[in-house]
């Protein structure tokens, strides 16, 4: 009795390790498999035809770019080609569902992707309704060409060379009476990889529009401005929003007319409309005109950020030595003409642009020249607007720089609507002629730093610092100036009062010419790193925290910036410590890495300081900052890298 006990237990025992045995089985290759148990079902609730999908649709893959650099982005386009009559379901995202139906969902998805590459989730276009008779609802869909955009960016640790990429692409084809069978591919796709050196051009061109152009909506909803500390954004994904951004780009426009690029024209103009100030009408047509000059030079501006390729900032003009020398002459000549000296004929073009002519002509080339000297410089809320004008459509980009123009023009207005503000200017006589003589040696300081800064952009040789010694001709014109001041006040004035005033005045002009040529020619008391990509990547392997400033020979406000900011003793002391790498990115001259990098921290205009934690966040970027801003923003980054 016991021993069929004991066989019977063992019969039970082996029962039950054999069904164990079978459950681990089956629920392992349950686990292994989900997916194609999943899909297998899938086939089952679906209205499946035995015809394949891939006789139906046709894909195929597209590059953005031939090739790319490190540190920037390239784009895969996943295109499929779905006939009339047909569709493909919309991604999981937009896929509606319907009771007693399965819908396979389109998918892309990277599973092989070099070290250094970082993927974006793709992006899918939006999904189309459809009435389908197998289904009681509304479908969601993709139909005609259907292109789904992979954004990978490419790490600054990765060196050129040939680069491959594996992805995976799922669809269902269906029509409006059944679906087919579903479809499952691998793609292999490579790109090659170059040195920043290497030109990289964009192809497909019409393929990626529809990626650029979402790109613009996703990134442009709030635009952030930041001057000095005061900071706020706009929201221009509504109406009022765009209002105000263009309100905040005319006071960008307003605020260039007392930047040091444009001050030099200021009492020219004043000048001129206080010979015609007894004129009411005369001086107000003038003061229109040259406010239409102006608006002309920034519209044509826009017009060029539109629809040329490549060309995004107003300051790009400064880069091209050609561009910054002929207007170097011009003020030149202008200058010439201050003093009274056009005893020989000169081209008729000339005497457009002389503003002792009050000519309407004179008056629309000297609002051109004035919108046109304005453009080394960027005054608060302008470059963040402009930058959000280059990434939109052309009619936006060309009536955001509409309204800075109109911002700059606005001052002009102003002057020749109130003739009583410029009545007191001398018109004829010694004082009047002196005026014109100090202005113009002052326009010969102006046309040397044009033609100086041309010349340094023609001999810079980067990641070397440009050539500064033109700094010392603009410093002798502007204690000429001073000086001529003094000897001439000395000679005409009748007043002690006048006298002692504007000797001072000249002393003081003399004084800071001196000074100002021994700092702008100086390289400064903080050792900067200048710009290269290995130096910067040396910096991010020694985990210090990075502060680039990018600048230009010819930024008037970065040298202000540099000069009455940077190189403070707080800021100075600051820089001093182990821990922080300052790096200069000088992009006076050819200096395409330089160029891309400004692209990549999100800006087009200059000066610009950002600063990066040691893990390679940024913590801070500005335009117009302060020094306790810097301070504050070294210590996040310190923070941060705990």
């Given at each position: 009795?016991?021993?069929?006990?004991?066989?019977?237990?063992?019969?039970?025992?082996?029962?039950?390790?054999?069904?164990?045995?079978?459950?681990?089985?089956?629920?392992?290759?349950?686990?292994?498999?989900?997916?194609?148990?999943?899909?297998?079902?899938?086939?089952?609730?679906?209205?499946?035809?035995?015809?394949?999908?891939?006789?139906?649709?046709?894909v195929r893959t597209v590059w953005s770019q031939d090739r790319a650099h490190p540190e920037?982005?390239?784009?895969?386009?996943?295109?499929?080609?779905?006939?009339?009559?047909?569709?493909?379901?919309?991604?999981?995202?937009?896929?509606?569902?319907?009771?007693?139906?399965?819908?396979?969902?389109t998918k892309v998805q990277m599973i092989k992707v070099p070290e250094g590459i970082t993927v974006e989730s793709p992006r899918f276009p939006q999904a189309d309704q459809l009435k389908a008779e197998y289904a009681d609802q509304p479908l969601m869909v993709f139909s005609g060409r259907t292109v789904?955009?992979?954004?990978?960016?490419?790490?600054?640790?990765?060196?050129?060379?040939?680069?491959?990429?594996?992805?995976?692409?799922?669809?269902?084809?269906?029509?409006?009476?059944?679906c087919y069978m579903p479809k499952k591919t691998i793609v292999k796709e490579s790109f090659e990889v170059v040195e920043l050196n290497q030109k990289s051009v964009e192809i497909n061109k019409e393929i990626f529009k529809g990626y650029y152009a979402a790109q613009a909506d996703v990134t442009a909803k709030k635009v952030a401005f930041d001057l000095f500390g005061l900071t706020f954004s706009l929201n221009v994904s509504f109406w009022w929003g765009k209002i105000l951004l263009m309100l905040t780009a005319a006071m960008g426009g307003v605020m260039l007319n007392f930047t040091p690029c444009v001050l030099p024209i200021i009492p020219i103009k004043i000048m001129s409309l206080s010979t015609t100030a007894e004129d009411r009408k005369r001086c107000i047509i003038l003061g229109l005109t040259m406010s239409f000059g102006v608006l002309v030079f920034w519209l044509a501006l826009g017009t060029m950020v539109a629809l040329i390729s490549g060309f995004t900032a107003a300051n790009q003009l400064f880069q091209y030595p050609v561009v910054t020398i002929l207007i170097g002459g011009i003020i030149a000549v202008m200058a010439v003409g201050m003093w009274g000296q056009f005893s020989f004929r000169l081209p008729d073009f000339i005497y457009m642009i002389n503003p002792n002519q009050n000519s309407l002509m004179g008056s629309f080339g000297l609002g051109?020249?004035?919108?046109i000297l304005s453009t080394p410089c960027t005054a608060p809320f302008m470059g963040a607007a402009a930058a959000w004008?280059?990434?939109?459509?052309?009619?936006?980009?060309?009536?955001?720089?509409?309204?800075?123009?109109?911002?700059?023009?606005?001052?002009?207005?102003?002057?020749?609507?109130?003739?009583?503000l410029v009545k007191k200017m001398p018109k004829t006589g010694p004082a009047s002629e002196l005026i014109k003589q100090v202005m113009g040696l002052f326009m010969l300081a102006a046309a040397a730093y044009f033609v100086g800064s041309g010349l340094s952009v023609l001999l810079s040789k980067p990641p070397d610092p440009p050539e500064t010694l033109y700094w010392w001709v603009v410093m002798a014109f502007c204690a000429a100036a001073g000086g001529w001041l003094v000897y001439r006040t000395v000679r005409i004035a009748a007043r002690r009062r006048q006298t002692v005033f504007f000797v001072a005045l000249g002393i003081i002009v003399i004084a800071l010419s001196f000074i100002g040529g021994s700092r702008l020619t100086d390289r400064g008391p903080i050792n900067w790193i200048n710009y290269t990509p290995e130096r910067f990547n040396e910096a991010v392997a020694q985990q210090k925290i990075i502060v680039l400033d990018f600048t230009a020979e010819w930024c008037l406000n970065c040298k202000a910036l540099e000069h009455g900011v940077l190189n403070t003793r707080k800021i100075i002391n600051l820089f001093a410590s182990s821990d922080i790498a300052p790096i200069k990115v000088d992009i006076t001259g050819n200096n395409p890495s330089g160029k891309e990098k400004l692209k990549q921290v999100g800006s087009l205009t200059i000066p610009l300081l950002v600063v990066y934690s040691s893990d390679k966040r940024i913590v801070?970027?500005?335009?117009?900052?302060?020094?306790?801003?810097?301070?504050?923003?070294?210590?996040?980054?310190?923070?941060?890298?705990?």
């Open positions: 009795m016991k021993d069929k006990k004991t066989s019977k237990g063992q019969l039970l025992m082996k029962k039950f390790l054999v069904y164990f045995t079978l459950w681990l089985f089956i629920g392992s290759w349950a686990l292994n498999t989900s997916e194609a148990i999943a899909a297998e079902i899938n086939d089952l609730l679906s209205p499946v035809s035995k015809e394949s999908a891939d006789e139906i649709v046709k920037s982005q390239v784009i895969l386009a996943v295109i499929f080609d779905v006939p009339k009559d047909f569709h493909i379901n919309a991604d999981q995202s937009q896929i509606i569902t319907v009771k007693d139906l399965v819908l396979i969902p789904i955009y992979l954004a990978m960016k490419i790490d600054e640790t990765v060196k050129p060379g040939q680069l491959s990429v594996k992805l995976q692409i799922n669809y269902q084809a269906c029509d409006k009476k059944t051109i020249l004035t919108a004008a280059a990434t939109q459509n052309p009619v936006t980009t060309i009536t955001t720089f509409g309204f800075i123009g109109s911002g700059m023009a606005l001052p002009y207005l102003i002057l020749s609507a109130s003739p009583g801070f970027k500005s335009d117009f900052y302060t020094a306790d801003q810097i301070v504050d923003a070294v210590r996040k980054a310190r923070e941060a890298s705990r």
